[in-house]
């Protein structure tokens, strides 16, 4: 599991799911880290800090932090962030927005999802395809 800290110690951790293993992934260049969504395909960990309106990841791989959008028009106070298939999904409460992205190059391959949405906070996306937790078909 993974979760994020905006406490006196701004910070991504992680740990096994029962608790045990638990480490420091990041703790350079945050302050309110959110919406952590993970990228089992590429082996990476994605958040947006709506302090300093920023995308990055990490890789799990090689533990490199990459920046993919910093301080931009399409980035002015993210929050929430998810990611399905090759697309990345974020709110903006600056722009009352949901942006859509390609993971790969989001900075200059995007759109406007949803708008006029009153600062929309955390955002999941889920295959329709797939039964959600807790729904009875």
Not at 26 to 53: F, I, K, S
Not at 74 to 103: C, E, N, R
Request: charged residues 25%; glycine residues 8%; contains cysteine.
């Amino acid at each position: 599991m993974y979760w994020c800290d905006w406490g006196v110690d701004h910070k991504i951790e992680v740990a096994n799911m029962d608790g045990g293993g638990r480490r420091l992934l990041v703790e350079r260049g945050l302050y309110w880290p959110n919406g952590l969504t993970l990228d089992r395909t590429n082996d990476r960990l994605y958040w947006v800090d709506a302090w300093y309106d920023i995308l990055e990841f990490y890789d799990l791989e090689t533990h490199s932090i990459t920046t993919l959008i910093e301080r931009s028009y399409i980035l002015q106070h993210p929050f929430g962030l998810t990611l399905f298939d090759d697309h990345l999904y974020w709110t903006d409460w600056s722009l009352d927005t949901v942006y859509k992205a390609d993971k790969t190059s989001p900075s200059s391959n995007f759109t406007v999802f949803a708008d006029g949405l009153g600062q929309p906070m955390d955002i999941h996306a889920y295959d329709k395809n797939q039964t959600l937790p807790g729904k009875i078909d």
